[in-house]
């Protein structure tokens, strides 16, 4: 059953939404914390906590399957498995938080940070 699988199209379609999130992803993952807005935020934020999890996880397969999620940025992946994971590793979950900043002054779009905590 696909019951609460629905996520936001966020106006793009399938490969420029796939594109905009892995970007996002590895924007998080690059600098610890991005300014975006509150739509993009909530869509891109379980796919961090589920590659910091595969960072705990620590294995062959995980770090293969990070490699597919980032766009195969071996860097990137180093950094998320020997810095950004061992940080968590008591933590079971919760690992970004969205701090509201207010609304864009051009569109009134509301802004957020997205970090890691």
């Given at each position: 059953?696909?019951?609460?699988?629905?996520?936001?199209?966020?106006s793009?379609?399938?490969a420029?939404r796939?594109?905009?999130l892995?970007?996002?992803c590895r924007e998080?993952?690059?600098?610890e914390?991005?300014t975006?807005?509150?739509?993009?935020?909530?869509?891109?934020?379980?796919?961090?906590?589920?590659?910091i999890?595969l960072?705990?996880?620590?294995d062959?397969?995980?770090?293969?399957?990070?490699?597919?999620?980032?766009?195969?940025?071996?860097?990137?992946?180093h950094?998320l498995?020997?810095?950004?994971?061992?940080?968590?590793?008591?933590r079971?979950?919760?690992?970004?938080?969205?701090?509201?900043?207010?609304p864009r002054r051009s569109?009134?779009?509301?802004?957020?940070?997205?970090?890691?905590?």
């Amino acid at each position: 059953m696909r019951h609460q699988k629905q996520r936001n199209k966020l106006s793009r379609d399938s490969a420029h939404r796939r594109a905009l999130l892995r970007n996002l992803c590895r924007e998080v993952i690059e600098h610890e914390r991005i300014t975006t807005s509150q739509a993009k935020a909530k869509a891109v934020k379980p796919k961090v906590e589920k590659l910091i999890t595969l960072g705990k996880r620590g294995d062959m397969h995980a770090r293969r399957q990070a490699l597919t999620e980032l766009g195969q940025d071996k860097f990137l992946v180093h950094k998320l498995f020997e810095e950004v994971a061992p940080r968590y590793a008591e933590r079971p979950g919760g690992y970004t938080r969205i701090v509201k900043l207010g609304p864009r002054r051009s569109d009134s779009t509301e802004m957020v940070f997205l970090e890691l905590v």
